[in-house]
């Protein structure tokens, strides 16, 4: 399948998702797989993280989309990811993603912002 052909079925399925039309649930205790069902397929999602080892904390640079027709890896910044992460958002209410900002909370610890005059 084309990289086009993707991002139209990305397409469909985040105007379904905004409709009502497919519900999805996160799968997993630690949030890493979010899916839903189709007939009797299952549609599942999951952001892919790399880790430096000489580092603390992962970021996300990916997210795999697996569905009948498509296994589907889409790197951050393109528009197949932008879409997969709007999709997200839609589906979940809180509307935030799976994981902590970990550099704020650490700027915000060791070195907070200063009120500006």
């Not at 997993?28 to 009797?40: A, I």
């Not at 992460?85 to 970990?102: C, H, I, K, N, S």
């Amino acid at each position: 399948m084309t990289d086009t052909n993707k991002i139209k079925v990305i397409k469909r399925l985040l105007d379904a998702t905004r409709a009502g039309r497919i519900a999805w649930v996160r799968e997993d205790q630690y949030q890493k797989w979010f899916s839903t069902e189709l007939g009797d397929r299952e549609i599942c999602f999951r952001f892919l993280y790399l880790e430096a080892c000489n580092q603390d904390g992962a970021d996300r640079y990916a997210i795999e989309l697996f569905m009948p027709g498509i296994s589907g890896f889409f790197a951050c910044g393109t528009e197949g990811y932008c879409l997969m992460r709007e999709l997200y958002q839609v589906a979940f209410e809180d509307g935030q993603m799976p994981d902590r900002d970990e550099a704020t909370e650490f700027l915000d610890e060791f070195l907070p912002e200063q009120p500006s005059d």
